[in-house]
């Protein structure tokens, strides 16, 4: 069965920075990308980047480039995100996604949600 | 970027109804290589991740149940949900795999009248 694990609700202060997890299960972890989507009350869902763990390279929406960096540890299976200065705007719940062979994203971790309060 | 809207943004049915949400791109999303439309469709629940309903427009995913319907074609597609039954309550969103930035229409929340 294929899952992804993500890492624990986050309380930051503004300015910080926050690091979050995507731990993978239930296939190889190498044969798929890993996408990270964002959703706000506000702008629905977003797309944020792209990481493909086998080669480690990443794309990014323009919006977060600065804001998010992917990255990928191939020996526990796990994907993390990174958002650094972070404001209010970025309080929202964040998602992983395995990419479905190019077509959708087939399987959603359970979320993290950033609330970026003082 | 390509712009994804959908309609309309909440939709109140009964049981048994079926209901059709659209969705309408800026720019074709029909890919010429696999003559194929780069188009997903996405169910979310209260409380849920997104689930991924149907892909390339109109191909439903492993588990679905066949009353859920993907079609159309270029700029212009349409989710129709057949006898729409409780448990299909929840937001439902498109979202084109055609060009990056991937990018999601603003959802369609189908509620109970």
């Known amino acids: 069965e294929v899952k992804l694990q993500q890492s624990g609700d986050e309380l930051v202060r503004p300015g910080a920075s926050v690091k979050m997890s995507c731990k993978a299960s239930?296939?190889?972890?190498?044969?798929?990308?890993m996408h990270w989507v964002k959703q706000s009350p506000g702008q629905g869902l977003e797309w944020i980047g792209t990481?493909?763990?086998?080669?480690?390279?990443?794309s990014y929406n323009q919006k977060f480039k600065g804001k998010a960096t992917l990255t990928a540890d191939k020996s526990s299976n796990t994907a993390y995100m990174e958002l650094s200065r972070l404001t209010s705007e970025d309080s929202a719940v964040y998602y992983c996604?395995?990419?479905?062979?190019?077509?959708?994203?087939?399987?959603w971790g359970q979320g993290v949600m950033v609330t970026v309060s003082s | 970027d390509i712009v994804m809207t959908q309609s309309p943004s909440s939709l109140a049915v009964s049981a048994g109804e079926t209901v059709t949400i659209n969705c309408k791109s800026s720019?074709?999303?029909?890919?010429?290589?696999?003559?194929?439309?780069?188009l997903a469709w996405y169910q979310q629940k209260p409380g849920q991740s997104p689930k991924l309903l149907i892909y390339?427009?109109?191909t439903r995913e492993s588990g679905v149940p066949d009353r859920f319907i993907g079609s159309g074609s270029g700029t212009d597609f349409t989710l129709t949900i057949s006898s729409v039954q409780a448990e299909d309550l929840a937001n439902y969103y498109c979202?084109?795999?055609?060009?990056?930035?991937?990018?999601f229409g603003g959802g369609t929340k189908l509620e109970l009248k």
């Open positions: 990481i493909i763990p086998l080669i480690d390279t990443t």
């Open positions: 239930g296939y190889t972890f190498t044969d798929y990308a």
């Open positions: 720019q074709s999303l029909f890919g010429s290589v696999r003559q194929k439309n780069y």
């Open positions: 996604a395995r990419d479905h062979r190019g077509l959708a994203f087939d399987y």
């Open positions: 979202q084109q795999y055609y060009d990056t930035p991937w990018t």
């Open positions: 390339l427009a109109s």
